[in-house]
């Protein structure tokens, strides 16, 4: 059941499994919490859903809950499209494709209209019907979806797994992410998303507000998407040798938010918590087998004074979505207690190594049971690189998303609205609530 804001007095019709009679509308927040009702929906909310195959004739991205008036720059999105096709380490399949978005609903004039949007990708490599070109796969590779897949779907094909568990998938979502850090431009919230590490070869480059500008030309002349040029060298070199033992390698991803207000995400629900989707939206990439934030796992070694951001308060900075709150450091990330705090959100990624290996690994074959060598699909020697481009858009998506709850509305000039209205409440802190106080009846409240 999902209910309409309205005021106090107004009445609302019980649903017929409730006892029958009117339903005061302005204690229907307060029960909430009882169980009154299965669901209570008050917030706009953002999703994105993909579909295809590697070797489909497509891939197409759903997105639902973008404003009307948003501007759809096609050229941006196409461009990152374009860098998530590269990087130094990627395979022969990157020199069929050339990624670009063709919109097919949501858009009028390039402009969304507040519709479902969906954006495809075609793929030139389609084959996905053709037998003789894209062969039964019954020797499934250590670390893909192979062998669970087919299990999963009772068969002894792999086929039908590991092409929608391929990271072909990534070009639409990342498209999804595009579009969202369209949205987030609109309130001045930008990303930018980086190698840390390739193997054992990493960068110790610190990133922050005032050398951003200067980190983003440097990531974008490197082959391997690192703004350190020394590094990045490491970097390639791990990879070469990684190739000449027909072997892979994965690395470290990193991605900043900068501009991001004070109070995205909540604290209410586990699975609203702004870390917990961040975590799960890293994750969720291919390849990806942890998630951090800020300091990450190393606050397992550290004692709290030496963890916890200290708090402090500029009156000369109120203006800025920190409202003037600040730290001397952000071991937080930029995100306490399921909320982002006014720091840079900071999350970084793992990729392992891409399980595709040219010499093949121990398997056995599904359909005899025998010992063999997996099977090897045409892919990457490394896809760290484009991993970055991905994590970037995804941490993008998800940070929209929070916005987009915390900021509601039919159109953007509405989501403007209220995003200042936000925090010009925010800045007047602490405000005189005894204007217009609603006091809870006895049964209302519980001791």
Not at 18 to 42: I, Q, Y
Not at 118 to 142: E, G
Not at 238 to 246: G, M, P, T
Not at 325 to 334: C, H, L, P
Request: proline content about 4%; overall charge neutral.
């Amino acid at each position: 059941m999902a209910l309409v804001l309205c005021g106090s007095g107004s009445r609302l019709t019980r649903p017929k499994n409730h006892a029958e009679g009117p339903l005061n509308c302005d204690r229907v927040f307060r029960r909430k919490w009882r169980g009154e009702f299965d669901t209570m929906s008050f917030m706009a909310t953002l999703t994105a859903y993909t579909a295809g195959e590697s070797h489909g004739p497509a891939l197409t991205t759903y997105i639902d809950g973008i404003p009307a008036g948003l501007p759809v720059d096609l050229d941006f999105m196409n461009n990152v499209l374009r860098k998530r096709q590269g990087g130094y380490g990627r395979g022969g399949r990157q020199r069929i494709e050339t990624d670009a978005v063709s919109v097919l609903a949501g858009v009028r004039l390039g402009h969304t209209t507040g519709a479902p949007i969906i954006f495809q990708i075609p793929n030139k490599d389609s084959r996905l019907d053709d037998i003789d070109r894209t062969p039964p796969v019954h020797r499934p590779r250590p670390g893909h979806a192979d062998l669970a897949g087919s299990i999963k779907w009772l068969t002894t094909d792999c086929r039908n797994a590991l092409e929608r568990a391929s990271a072909r998938e990534t070009a639409a979502r990342t498209a999804a992410g595009a579009l969202a850090r369209l949205l987030l431009r609109e309130f001045g919230i930008e990303t930018f998303g980086f190698v840390r590490s390739i193997h054992e070869a990493a960068t110790e480059i610190e990133v922050n507000q005032s050398n951003l500008s200067s980190l983003i030309e440097a990531r974008d002349a490197s082959e391997v998407y690192c703004p350190d040029a020394e590094a990045g060298q490491r970097m390639i070199d791990a990879i070469r040798a990684a190739k000449v033992d027909k072997d892979t390698v994965g690395g470290l991803c990193e991605v900043h938010v900068f501009g991001a207000p004070i109070g995205l995400g909540s604290c209410v629900q586990w699975d609203q918590k702004l870390d917990s989707r961040l975590a799960a939206a890293v994750v969720g990439i291919q390849a990806f087998k942890s998630a951090e934030i800020g300091m990450g796992r190393d606050v397992s070694q550290r004692r709290g004074s030496d963890v916890h951001d200290p708090i402090a308060y500029d009156v000369s900075r109120r203006t800025e979505p920190s409202l003037g709150y600040t730290r001397s450091r952000n071991n937080a990330g930029g995100l306490e207690g399921g909320m982002t705090n006014g720091m840079p959100i900071v999350v970084r990624g793992a990729m392992k190594p891409i399980s595709t290996l040219l010499r093949g690994m121990p398997s056995v074959d599904l359909n005899t049971k025998q010992a063999e060598r997996s099977s090897y699909e045409r892919s990457d020697v490394c896809a760290v690189p484009a991993a970055a481009v991905v994590m970037e858009h995804a941490v993008a998506f998800e940070v929209a998303r929070a916005l987009r709850e915390k900021c509601s509305g039919d159109s953007i000039l509405e989501m403007k609205s209220q995003y200042e209205a936000y925090l010009e409440l925010a800045r007047s802190l602490p405000i005189d609530e005894s204007a217009g106080h609603t006091t809870a009846t006895e049964d209302d409240t519980e001791t």
